[in-house]
């Protein structure tokens, strides 16, 4: 069996064939070779899985935190904005208060084909002003366990602020989904409302 680096520095040191200075280097060599295989052989810690409700806008899908959403309503037709931005969909009356409903897809600059059908409005837990994400499909709530990223700063848009990959057999199609921060989302397309008023 071979001997260590260690054992071998030992015979060395009888023979004397080392000054104390190279026994030192060869030692320091072994603990630094012995630290490299342990941080190699551990593994990385498991990140937990968070539920999020889980949207589409276009062909992909994104995750929406629940602390951040109040309900899921169905689609319903919005009072237009004049001169407002494209992805600022118009307002709505909600219990009394008006809501902006901006589109999901345009404030993510995805182009939508004109046939496109969106069945629901994600209304965010904001006080001034409200708003609502108008979605393709809100398909659930599922487990969603973040996937570390090399470059943080390599997303598409401010809005991204990661990938998840869903449960097995949570929804239909790809598992993997962008994360999204909902105030960086939102933040270009704000602008006062009355608190009442509907």
């Known amino acids: 069996m071979a001997l260590s680096l260690r054992g071998r520095l030992r015979q060395i040191n009888r023979a004397g ?29 498991e990140r937990p899985a968070a539920p999020v409700l889980v949207c589409t806008a276009g062909r992909e899908r994104y995750g929406i935190a629940l602390a951040d959403i109040v309900e899921v309503l169905p689609v319903r037709p919005c009072v237009p904005v004049p001169d407002g931005p494209s992805a600022l969909v118009g307002i709505i009356g909600r219990r009394g208060y008006l809501v902006s409903v901006i589109d999901l897809g345009a404030a993510l600059g995805i182009p939508a084909p004109a046939e496109t059908e969106f069945h629901h409005l994600v209304l965010l837990r904001r006080e001034q002003p409200r708003v609502a994400l108008r979605v393709e499909h809100a398909e659930g709530v599922f487990p969603a366990t973040p996937i570390s990223s090399e470059n943080q700063h390599a997303f598409r848009t401010e809005a991204v602020i990661g990938y998840a990959e869903m449960a097995s057999g949570s929804a239909r199609g790809a598992r993997v989904l962008s994360l999204l921060d909902v105030d960086q989302l939102i933040r270009p397309f704000l602008f006062p409302f009355p608190a009442s008023g509907v």
């Open 17 to 45: 064939a080392y000054s104390a200075e190279e026994s030192a280097r060869l030692l320091l060599d072994e603990r630094t070779l012995d630290l490299a295989s342990r941080q190699s052989s551990a593994k990385e810690p």
